[in-house]
Protein backbone atom coordinates (compact mmCIF):
# COMPACT_ATOMS: atom_id res chain seq x y z
CA UNK A 1 0.00 0.00 0.00
CA UNK A 2 1.08 3.97 -0.33
CA UNK A 3 0.29 6.44 1.47
CA UNK A 4 0.80 10.30 -0.13
CA UNK A 5 1.26 13.13 2.02
CA UNK A 6 0.42 16.32 1.21
CA UNK A 7 0.98 19.16 3.08
CA UNK A 8 -0.78 22.25 1.31
CA UNK A 9 -3.40 20.15 -0.46
CA UNK A 10 -5.33 22.36 -3.30
CA UNK A 11 -8.11 22.57 -5.28
CA UNK A 12 -6.65 22.32 -9.03
CA UNK A 13 -8.70 24.48 -11.73
CA UNK A 14 -7.71 23.88 -15.11
CA UNK A 15 -9.03 26.63 -17.92
CA UNK A 16 -8.50 25.51 -21.32
CA UNK A 17 -8.73 28.65 -23.71
CA UNK A 18 -8.11 29.50 -27.58
CA UNK A 19 -5.89 32.17 -26.65
CA UNK A 20 -4.98 33.40 -23.43
CA UNK A 21 -4.40 37.75 -23.40
CA UNK A 22 -3.43 39.60 -20.93
CA UNK A 23 -6.32 41.86 -19.71
CA UNK A 24 -8.77 40.57 -21.81
CA UNK A 25 -12.45 38.66 -20.81
CA UNK A 26 -11.91 34.65 -21.56
CA UNK A 27 -14.44 32.38 -21.72
CA UNK A 28 -13.21 28.63 -21.36
CA UNK A 29 -13.28 25.53 -24.01
CA UNK A 30 -13.22 23.36 -20.85
CA UNK A 31 -12.75 23.53 -17.44
CA UNK A 32 -11.86 20.86 -15.09
CA UNK A 33 -11.86 20.77 -10.92
CA UNK A 34 -10.06 18.07 -9.25
CA UNK A 35 -8.59 17.89 -5.72
CA UNK A 36 -4.43 18.47 -6.12
CA UNK A 37 -1.66 19.15 -4.82
CA UNK A 38 1.33 17.48 -5.71
CA UNK A 39 0.66 14.48 -3.36
CA UNK A 40 -2.80 13.84 -4.32
CA UNK A 41 -1.66 13.77 -8.12
CA UNK A 42 0.74 10.60 -7.05
CA UNK A 43 -2.01 9.25 -5.53
CA UNK A 44 -4.76 9.41 -8.62
CA UNK A 45 -2.31 8.03 -10.87
CA UNK A 46 -1.15 5.01 -8.51
CA UNK A 47 -5.12 4.82 -7.45
CA UNK A 48 -6.07 4.73 -11.50
CA UNK A 49 -2.67 2.07 -11.95
CA UNK A 50 -4.02 -0.58 -9.28
CA UNK A 51 -2.28 0.43 -6.43
CA UNK A 52 -4.23 0.87 -2.83
CA UNK A 53 -3.93 4.40 -1.52
CA UNK A 54 -4.48 6.44 1.78
CA UNK A 55 -4.16 10.14 1.29
CA UNK A 56 -3.15 12.83 4.11
CA UNK A 57 -1.72 15.89 4.54
CA UNK A 58 -3.92 19.25 5.71
CA UNK A 59 -7.17 20.37 4.52
CA UNK A 60 -9.36 23.25 5.47
CA UNK A 61 -12.75 24.52 5.22
CA UNK A 62 -15.11 23.95 2.02
CA UNK A 63 -12.46 23.54 0.26
CA UNK A 64 -11.01 20.99 2.68
CA UNK A 65 -14.49 18.90 2.22
CA UNK A 66 -14.15 18.99 -1.53
CA UNK A 67 -10.60 17.54 -1.72
CA UNK A 68 -11.41 15.06 0.81
CA UNK A 69 -14.55 14.09 -0.65
CA UNK A 70 -13.42 13.70 -3.88
CA UNK A 71 -10.43 11.35 -3.06
CA UNK A 72 -13.06 8.85 -1.49
CA UNK A 73 -14.74 9.10 -4.82
CA UNK A 74 -12.00 8.13 -6.96
CA UNK A 75 -11.41 5.17 -5.09
CA UNK A 76 -7.98 6.94 -2.61
CA UNK A 77 -8.85 6.51 0.69
CA UNK A 78 -8.63 10.09 2.65
CA UNK A 79 -7.48 10.08 6.19
CA UNK A 80 -6.40 14.35 6.01
CA UNK A 81 -6.33 16.24 9.11
CA UNK A 82 -8.46 19.59 9.29
CA UNK A 83 -7.03 22.61 10.23
CA UNK A 84 -7.91 26.19 10.04
CA UNK A 85 -8.61 28.33 7.38
CA UNK A 86 -9.67 27.30 3.50
CA UNK A 87 -7.36 25.18 1.42
CA UNK A 88 -6.32 26.92 -1.55
CA UNK A 89 -6.51 26.71 -4.98
CA UNK A 90 -4.12 26.61 -7.67
CA UNK A 91 -5.28 27.59 -11.67
CA UNK A 92 -3.97 26.22 -14.37
CA UNK A 93 -4.41 28.12 -18.31
CA UNK A 94 -3.98 26.67 -21.11
CA UNK A 95 -3.29 28.71 -24.07
CA UNK A 96 -4.16 26.20 -27.58
CA UNK A 97 -3.25 29.07 -29.35
CA UNK A 98 1.13 28.96 -28.23
CA UNK A 99 0.89 25.94 -26.36
CA UNK A 100 2.06 27.97 -22.88
CA UNK A 101 0.80 26.76 -19.63
CA UNK A 102 0.26 29.56 -16.75
CA UNK A 103 -0.16 28.91 -13.46
CA UNK A 104 -1.37 30.86 -10.23
CA UNK A 105 -0.69 29.28 -7.15
CA UNK A 106 -2.82 30.50 -3.67
CA UNK A 107 -1.18 30.25 -0.42
CA UNK A 108 -3.03 27.86 1.58
CA UNK A 109 -3.84 27.94 4.83
CA UNK A 110 -1.51 28.46 8.37
CA UNK A 111 -1.20 25.17 9.91
CA UNK A 112 -1.35 25.57 13.77
CA UNK A 113 1.21 23.60 15.99
CA UNK A 114 -1.56 21.49 16.95
CA UNK A 115 -3.11 20.00 13.73
CA UNK A 116 0.97 19.05 12.76
CA UNK A 117 1.62 17.17 16.05
CA UNK A 118 -2.03 15.53 15.27
CA UNK A 119 -0.74 14.42 11.46
CA UNK A 120 2.14 13.09 13.50
CA UNK A 121 0.33 10.48 14.99
CA UNK A 122 -1.65 10.21 12.20
CA UNK A 123 1.50 8.90 10.06
CA UNK A 124 2.83 7.02 12.50
CA UNK A 125 -0.36 4.74 12.35
CA UNK A 126 -0.71 5.00 8.52
CA UNK A 127 3.26 3.93 7.93
CA UNK A 128 2.71 1.01 9.99
CA UNK A 129 0.48 -0.31 7.49
CA UNK A 130 2.00 1.01 4.24
CA UNK A 131 4.82 -0.04 2.20
CA UNK A 132 5.89 3.33 0.49
CA UNK A 133 4.90 7.11 2.25
CA UNK A 134 5.71 9.70 -0.22
CA UNK A 135 6.15 13.19 0.60
CA UNK A 136 5.46 15.87 -2.07
CA UNK A 137 5.19 19.40 -2.72
CA UNK A 138 5.51 22.64 -1.07
CA UNK A 139 5.07 23.80 2.82
CA UNK A 140 2.23 25.47 4.11
CA UNK A 141 2.86 28.24 6.20
CA UNK A 142 2.90 27.37 10.14
CA UNK A 143 4.57 23.82 9.56
CA UNK A 144 8.40 23.63 10.32
CA UNK A 145 11.03 24.44 7.98
CA UNK A 146 11.97 20.98 8.58
CA UNK A 147 8.67 19.28 8.49
CA UNK A 148 10.15 16.19 6.40
CA UNK A 149 13.03 16.38 7.76
CA UNK A 150 10.63 14.79 11.07
CA UNK A 151 7.94 13.06 8.95
CA UNK A 152 10.51 10.97 6.98
CA UNK A 153 11.94 9.74 10.40
CA UNK A 154 9.17 8.83 11.83
CA UNK A 155 7.78 6.63 9.10
CA UNK A 156 11.24 4.96 8.81
CA UNK A 157 10.47 4.07 12.31
CA UNK A 158 7.23 3.14 11.77
CA UNK A 159 9.04 0.44 9.15
CA UNK A 160 7.34 2.41 5.64
CA UNK A 161 10.12 3.42 2.89
CA UNK A 162 9.92 7.12 3.06
CA UNK A 163 9.90 9.06 -0.69
CA UNK A 164 10.33 12.49 -1.10
CA UNK A 165 9.35 15.36 -3.96
CA UNK A 166 9.97 18.90 -2.94
CA UNK A 167 12.23 21.74 -3.77
CA UNK A 168 14.24 24.38 -1.35
CA UNK A 169 14.74 24.44 2.00
CA UNK A 170 11.84 21.52 2.49
CA UNK A 171 14.37 19.62 0.29
CA UNK A 172 17.43 20.38 1.93
CA UNK A 173 15.91 19.16 5.47
CA UNK A 174 14.16 16.34 4.11
CA UNK A 175 17.60 14.82 2.68
CA UNK A 176 18.79 15.09 6.25
CA UNK A 177 16.83 12.32 7.31
CA UNK A 178 17.69 9.71 4.35
CA UNK A 179 15.25 9.17 2.64
CA UNK A 180 14.66 5.57 0.68
CA UNK A 181 14.37 7.83 -2.87
CA UNK A 182 14.18 11.43 -3.88
CA UNK A 183 12.87 13.15 -6.93
CA UNK A 184 14.10 16.86 -7.81
CA UNK A 185 13.57 18.01 -11.45
CA UNK A 186 16.29 19.75 -13.10
CA UNK A 187 15.15 23.10 -11.65
CA UNK A 188 15.17 21.64 -8.32
CA UNK A 189 18.73 19.75 -8.27
CA UNK A 190 20.22 22.68 -9.73
CA UNK A 191 19.19 24.84 -7.13
CA UNK A 192 20.14 22.05 -4.51
CA UNK A 193 23.67 21.98 -5.72
CA UNK A 194 24.52 25.47 -6.77
CA UNK A 195 25.63 24.26 -10.48
CA UNK A 196 23.88 24.23 -14.43
CA UNK A 197 22.94 20.27 -15.63
CA UNK A 198 23.94 20.85 -18.97
CA UNK A 199 25.95 17.90 -19.62
CA UNK A 200 25.83 14.07 -19.26
CA UNK A 201 28.79 14.46 -17.18
CA UNK A 202 27.44 17.22 -15.10
CA UNK A 203 24.49 15.06 -14.46
CA UNK A 204 26.36 12.20 -13.20
CA UNK A 205 27.97 14.41 -10.84
CA UNK A 206 24.32 15.45 -9.74
CA UNK A 207 23.39 11.95 -8.88
CA UNK A 208 26.57 11.30 -6.93
CA UNK A 209 25.98 14.68 -4.84
CA UNK A 210 22.67 14.22 -4.18
CA UNK A 211 23.53 10.33 -2.66
CA UNK A 212 26.02 12.51 -0.95
CA UNK A 213 23.61 14.81 0.86
CA UNK A 214 21.45 11.96 2.07
CA UNK A 215 19.42 10.32 -0.55
CA UNK A 216 19.40 6.38 -0.49
CA UNK A 217 17.75 6.55 -4.24
CA UNK A 218 17.46 9.26 -7.22
CA UNK A 219 15.26 9.49 -9.82
CA UNK A 220 16.04 13.04 -11.54
CA UNK A 221 13.64 14.12 -14.27
CA UNK A 222 15.04 15.95 -16.61
CA UNK A 223 12.11 17.23 -19.06
CA UNK A 224 12.89 16.21 -22.91
CA UNK A 225 16.04 15.02 -21.64
CA UNK A 226 13.80 12.30 -20.18
CA UNK A 227 15.25 11.10 -16.70
CA UNK A 228 18.07 8.68 -14.78
CA UNK A 229 17.70 6.57 -12.23
CA UNK A 230 21.08 6.29 -9.85
CA UNK A 231 20.70 3.65 -6.64
CA UNK A 232 24.73 4.27 -6.02
CA UNK A 233 26.96 2.55 -8.58
CA UNK A 234 24.70 2.19 -11.54
CA UNK A 235 22.98 5.44 -13.58
CA UNK A 236 20.14 4.62 -15.57
CA UNK A 237 19.01 7.00 -17.99
CA UNK A 238 15.76 6.49 -19.42
CA UNK A 239 14.71 8.65 -22.28
CA UNK A 240 11.50 10.23 -22.86
CA UNK A 241 8.84 8.28 -23.77
CA UNK A 242 7.21 10.19 -27.23
CA UNK A 243 2.85 10.96 -27.27
CA UNK A 244 1.64 12.85 -30.19
CA UNK A 245 -0.94 15.95 -29.46
CA UNK A 246 0.33 16.47 -25.73
CA UNK A 247 -2.55 19.03 -23.63
CA UNK A 248 -0.99 19.58 -20.22
CA UNK A 249 2.55 19.14 -18.95
CA UNK A 250 1.41 20.12 -15.29
CA UNK A 251 1.39 16.93 -13.31
CA UNK A 252 3.93 14.97 -15.80
CA UNK A 253 6.40 14.42 -12.24
CA UNK A 254 3.87 13.44 -10.40
CA UNK A 255 2.68 10.99 -12.61
CA UNK A 256 6.29 9.99 -12.81
CA UNK A 257 6.54 9.09 -9.30
CA UNK A 258 3.80 7.25 -9.00
CA UNK A 259 4.44 5.06 -12.28
CA UNK A 260 7.42 3.75 -10.87
CA UNK A 261 6.32 3.55 -7.02
CA UNK A 262 3.27 1.35 -8.57
CA UNK A 263 5.75 -0.50 -10.73
CA UNK A 264 7.68 -1.62 -7.39
CA UNK A 265 4.56 -2.55 -5.51
CA UNK A 266 3.47 -4.98 -8.40
CA UNK A 267 6.93 -6.73 -8.22
CA UNK A 268 8.74 -4.74 -11.02
CA UNK A 269 12.83 -4.04 -10.82
CA UNK A 270 13.84 -0.78 -10.38
CA UNK A 271 14.30 -0.37 -14.54
CA UNK A 272 11.05 -1.79 -15.16
CA UNK A 273 9.42 0.55 -12.78
CA UNK A 274 11.00 3.80 -13.78
CA UNK A 275 9.91 2.45 -17.46
CA UNK A 276 6.48 2.65 -16.00
CA UNK A 277 6.97 5.93 -14.37
CA UNK A 278 7.79 7.33 -17.71
CA UNK A 279 4.80 5.70 -19.67
CA UNK A 280 2.63 7.21 -16.62
CA UNK A 281 4.12 10.66 -17.35
CA UNK A 282 3.72 10.74 -21.26
CA UNK A 283 0.31 9.67 -20.83
CA UNK A 284 -0.47 12.51 -17.98
CA UNK A 285 0.56 14.97 -21.32
CA UNK A 286 -2.74 13.89 -22.84
CA UNK A 287 -5.51 14.92 -19.98
CA UNK A 288 -6.70 18.30 -19.28
CA UNK A 289 -6.29 17.72 -15.35
CA UNK A 290 -2.78 17.02 -13.86
CA UNK A 291 -2.60 13.64 -12.87
CA UNK A 292 -4.67 11.93 -15.16
CA UNK A 293 -3.73 9.05 -17.22
CA UNK A 294 -5.65 6.22 -19.24
CA UNK A 295 -4.18 2.68 -17.53
CA UNK A 296 -4.73 1.51 -21.19
CA UNK A 297 -2.64 3.71 -22.66
CA UNK A 298 -0.12 3.16 -19.85
CA UNK A 299 0.11 -0.48 -20.64
CA UNK A 300 0.22 0.24 -24.34
CA UNK A 301 3.28 2.59 -24.27
CA UNK A 302 4.90 -0.01 -21.93
CA UNK A 303 4.54 -3.10 -24.95
CA UNK A 304 7.55 -1.88 -27.05
CA UNK A 305 9.74 -1.96 -24.14
CA UNK A 306 8.60 -5.49 -22.76
CA UNK A 307 8.67 -6.50 -26.01
CA UNK A 308 12.25 -5.05 -26.73
CA UNK A 309 13.40 -6.85 -23.14
CA UNK A 310 12.13 -10.26 -24.32
CA UNK A 311 13.86 -10.04 -27.89
CA UNK A 312 17.27 -9.53 -26.00
CA UNK A 313 16.78 -12.29 -23.77
Known amino acids: MLVTVTLNAAIDKTYRL ?32 GTDVIATGFVAGHNGRFIAEGCAKMGIAPAFVETEGESRCCLTFLDEESGEVTEVLEQ ?32 PAGVPLDAYQILIELVRLAGALPVLDASGTALVHGLKAQPYLVKPNRDEAEALLGYRLESETAIGQALRDIHSHGAQRVLL ?36 LAGMIAGRLKGLEWSAAVQMGMASAAANLLAVGAGIVDPEFVERLLRPTLTQKQEGS
Not at 19 to 41: F, M
Request: some cysteine.
Open 221 to 256: SMGEQGAWFSAGEEQLHFPVVQVENAVNPVGCGDAL
Open 108 to 139: GPVVSDRAFEQLKGKLRLLASQASYVSFSGSL
Open 18 to 49: PKLIPGQLHRTQEQLSLPGGKGINVARVARTL
